[in-house]
């Protein structure tokens, strides 16, 4: 194993720049929980954010890859900044564990240990799964309804189009519904109690 | 099942969503700001997508990819909802501690 990895770090660059994504990665996820800035977390997380895309575009799923840069690097991360900027977090409290460093560093090896059950428990699922992949070539799409149909495709992107709107057409339905539903239930939420609008109606704008 | 993609073995890139999926877990476990806490969840959610990414390319199955579409869509409604819930609990504690948060206490 290890002559095999040698000669993909001599030979392929693909690898060198997982390597560089993943340490970006990991250090500014650790920069996001460590962080007492709730501002550099949420700074640190964007950082993340893209590297992962970065490792999606190496791994070849452009479409996640632009999906990751669009829904998480823009669209969740200006609502995560906003809600900072709204509640004005620089007075933030501390963890009470910062001042507990046996406290610490024992939830620090709970989630190591959490890392390494993970870790064997995904790669001993590896070898299990043995069968030869089916319904997806590089260039065509198989789509059962058909019978012997297939849909020709080029690209990731449009692979992935062809599954969504093939394959998961109802569950893409109901992500549209539970999305309508999830806004409304935030401007709910959010909005001030009826009254209090009534009370205090000079304030607003 | 292919061990590498594109060069890169199959097993590193699931240890690094291990790695992102504890780091997730310990800053829920060791923060007490809300905001930080929904944070740590996106980290767990985008290792979670990592996995689904990797063995759809391992596996050559493009299933994968498209139910990692569905988590993003399905994140974004989470961060829409509990932020919205982070500002209502702010209203009405004027803290985003989690410590404090302990009206259903009984």
Redesign the interface.
């Known amino acids: 194993m290890d002559e095999i990895?040698y000669m993909?770090i001599e030979?392929?660059p693909?690898?060198l720049l997982?390597i560089f994504f993943?340490t970006v990665?990991?250090v500014t996820?650790?920069s996001?929980?460590f962080q007492k800035n709730?501002v550099v977390?949420?700074v640190s997380?964007v950082f993340?954010?893209f590297s992962?895309a970065g490792?999606?575009g190496?791994?070849?799923?452009l479409?996640?890859a632009t999906?990751?840069v669009l829904?998480?690097a823009g669209?969740?991360m200006v609502?995560?900044v906003f809600?900072?900027m709204?509640?004005s977090?620089r007075t933030?409290?501390?963890?009470?564990?910062r001042k507990h460093p046996i406290r610490?560093v024992l939830?620090?090896l709970?989630?190591?240990g959490?890392?390494f059950l993970?870790?064997s428990a995904?790669?001993t699922g590896?070898p299990h799964?043995?069968?030869?992949?089916?319904?997806?070539?590089l260039t065509e799409?198989s789509f059962p309804i058909q019978g012997t149909g297939t849909v020709n495709t080029k690209g990731?992107v449009a692979?992935?189009g062809a599954?969504?709107y093939l394959?998961?057409l109802l569950?893409?339905e109901m992500?549209s519904i539970?999305?309508l539903?999830?806004?409304l239930?935030?401007?709910i939420?959010?909005k001030?109690r009826l009254t209090e609008v009534e009370q205090t109606k000079d304030n607003v704008l | 099942?292919n061990?590498?993609?594109?060069?890169?073995?199959?097993?590193?890139?699931?240890?690094?969503?291990?790695?992102?999926?504890?780091?997730?877990?310990?800053?829920i476990?060791?923060?007490?700001?809300i905001?930080?806490i929904?944070?740590?969840v996106?980290?767990i959610l985008?290792s979670v997508?990592?996995?689904f990414?990797?063995?759809?390319?391992?596996?050559?199955?493009?299933?994968g990819?498209?139910i990692?579409?569905?988590v993003?869509?399905?994140?974004?409604?989470?961060?829409?909802?509990g932020?919205?819930?982070?500002?209502?609990i702010?209203?009405h504690k004027k803290?985003?501690?989690v410590?404090e948060l302990q009206s259903m206490r009984w």
């Open positions: 990895i993909n030979s392929s693909s690898f997982f993943g990665t990991v996820a650790l996001v929980i709730p977390s949420a997380l993340t954010f992962l490792i999606y190496i791994m070849g799923a479409f996640i999906m990751q829904v998480y669209a969740i609502l995560i809600v900072l709204l509640l977090q933030e409290t501390l963890s009470r564990y610490l939830l620090s709970f989630a190591l959490f890392f993970l870790y995904l790669t590896v799964s043995e069968q030869k992949g089916k319904g997806y070539e799409y990731n692979t992935v599954s969504t394959d998961y569950p893409f992500i539970l999305l539903v999830a806004v239930g935030a401007v939420l959010a001030k | 099942m061990q590498f993609i594109n060069d890169i073995p199959v097993s590193y890139i699931l240890g690094l969503a291990g790695i992102l999926f504890s780091i997730g877990v310990l800053g476990l060791i923060r007490r700001n905001v930080i929904f944070m740590s996106e980290l985008n997508n990592l996995v990414v990797t063995f759809s390319k391992a596996l050559s199955h493009i299933s990819e498209t990692v579409f569905f993003m869509a399905i994140a974004a409604a989470e961060a829409a909802v932020l919205a819930l982070v500002i209502a702010f209203r803290s985003t501690n410590d």
